[in-house]
């Protein structure tokens, strides 16, 4: 369940920036980088620094790969629910 991006919308190809922000779970995720690279056969892609925000707690950066016109919301909710998991099995939270 990701809520709306606190940016706002264009229409069309979208390209994430940085200081974007997503909200996932209660949890906010915050867009700290985006690098452009170029694959093997020269297509654009970008590797994205988001930090994860849970109340108090800032995490280290997290990075993941993207398509240059690939929605990010799909690889933000993964490292979300990846942190969430990993989180609440260290705390004995059963789920």
């Known amino acids: 369940m990701l809520a709306e991006s606190r ?3 264009k229409e ?3 390209v994430v ?3 974007e922000t997503f909200e996932v779970e209660k949890i ?3 867009v700290v980088e985006v690098a452009p690279h ?3 056969f020269g297509s654009p892609s ?3 620094g988001i930090r994860l925000i849970d109340g108090a707690f800032q995490s280290d950066v997290f990075h993941f790969w993207m398509k240059k016109r690939e929605d990010p919301r799909p690889h933000v909710e993964k490292v979300v629910h990846q942190y969430l998991h990993t989180h609440r099995s260290i705390l ?3 789920t």
């Open 17 to 19: 920036r940085e200081g």
């Open 92 to 94: 004995g939270i059963k």
């Open 46 to 48: 970008y590797m994205v």
């Open 12 to 14: 069309g190809s979208r």
């Open 38 to 40: 170029f694959d093997a």
């Open 28 to 30: 906010i995720v915050k």
């Open 7 to 9: 940016q706002p919308k």
